[in-house]
């Protein structure tokens, strides 16, 4: 395998919808999607369509969700390792202005202990703190291996402080600053203290505060993506993560600078589409992005 990502399995149902209906009224979505969702499940479909397949171990169920799922990953080439659970897991995502509210239904009861992979050829891991043995097993494994290490620190989880001793790129949301009571300068001063070498923290519009190996502070600006083309920005952060760890499995010798603006484009392409797998970009629609869009000011 060429990278393994490790996260929970959903089904996104993505509609867009003015009024929510509540007590015994009814409602017709204006437009629907249905699509694969999860952190890093969505992150390696990313990596995938980019034109590296990784391995994804990830929570799996015996009923005709899970099917539909297997046939997703199928179609991209997707090696699946499931790992048992008895229902598959389900997001309802809305979008609005910019935004986007979801409920989730999960199942996370995992049946069967975590499974023992062969990394032989693996070059990159990527987590999102989903299946938190697992997570720490093969992050202890790869890190002993010198295998890169990589987290979307997209919220606070139990293991989340462990983890990050095991890891070597981390990029966090804003949401995790908030839950750590952290500016995103501190959160990057914790991430160094736990011996990340590479760190960093979204924050939507306002575009990304990273340090590199140096341990240097940098600031890449978003792009400006005009409000009307902004249709759905659920999976943005994802595909941020599937297209840098695509582009260091493709030239592994480049800077991260390069790593990150290739992900800035891949995001910025994401979020003017409805639902995760209309999302995805090609290397085309990046350098596409790229052409069209300018820095913010």
């Known amino acids: 395998m060429d990278a393994l990502f490790i996260g929970q399995t959903y089904i996104d149902v993505t509609f867009v919808i003015g009024h929510v209906p509540t007590g015994d009224e009814k409602a017709v979505a204006g437009?629907?999607?249905?699509?694969?969702?999860?952190?890093?499940?969505?992150?390696?479909?990313?990596?995938?369509?980019?034109?590296?397949?990784?391995?994804?171990?990830?929570?799996?169920?015996?009923?005709?969700?899970?099917?539909?799922?297997?046939?997703?990953?199928?179609?991209?080439?997707?090696?699946?390792?499931?790992?048992k659970v008895k229902q598959s897991s389900i997001s309802f995502v809305m979008p609005n202005d910019g935004m986007r509210a979801i409920i989730r239904c999960r199942d996370d009861h995992y049946l069967h202990p975590v499974?023992?992979?062969?990394?032989?050829?693996?070059?990159a891991l990527h987590l999102d703190g989903h299946q938190a043995d697992a997570a720490i097993a093969y992050a202890k494994s790869c890190r002993e291996s010198g295998i890169l290490t990589s987290l979307d620190g997209g919220g606070l989880r139990a293991?989340?402080?462990?983890?990050?001793?095991?890891?070597?790129?981390?990029?966090?949301s804003q949401r995790l600053c908030e839950q750590l009571e952290l500016t995103p300068g501190e959160l990057c001063e914790l991430l160094k203290a736990k011996g990340c070498r590479i760190g960093g923290v979204?924050?939507?519009?306002?575009?990304?505060?990273?340090?590199?190996?140096?341990?240097?502070?940098?600031?890449?600006?978003?792009?400006?993506?005009?409000?009307?083309?902004?249709?759905?920005?659920?999976?943005?952060?994802?595909?941020?993560?599937?297209?840098?760890?695509?582009?260091?499995l493709s030239t592994p010798e480049a800077p991260w600078a390069r790593h990150f603006r290739f992900a800035r484009a891949a995001s910025a392409h994401s979020v003017r589409f409805l639902g995760i797998e209309a999302s995805l970009p090609s290397r085309a629609d990046i350098e596409a992005v790229e052409r069209c869009y300018q820095e913010a000011a």
């Open 31 to 83: 437009d629907y999607a249905v699509s694969f969702g999860g952190n890093a499940v969505s992150a390696a479909f990313c990596c995938a369509k980019l034109g590296v397949v990784p391995e994804l171990l990830a929570s799996l169920a015996d009923d005709w969700l899970a099917r539909m799922f297997l046939d997703m990953a199928a179609k991209y080439g997707i090696t699946v390792h499931g790992r």
């Open 115 to 123: 499974p023992p992979l062969d990394l032989r050829g693996c070059r």
């Open 159 to 172: 293991n989340t402080r462990e983890l990050l001793e095991f890891i070597d790129v981390a990029i966090c």
């Open 202 to 248: 979204t924050l939507g519009e306002g575009g990304l505060v990273w340090y590199d190996e140096t341990g240097d502070t940098r600031y890449l600006p978003a792009l400006m993506i005009p409000t009307p083309e902004v249709i759905d920005t659920n999976g943005a952060g994802d595909i941020f993560h599937g297209a840098y760890i695509y582009s260091y």
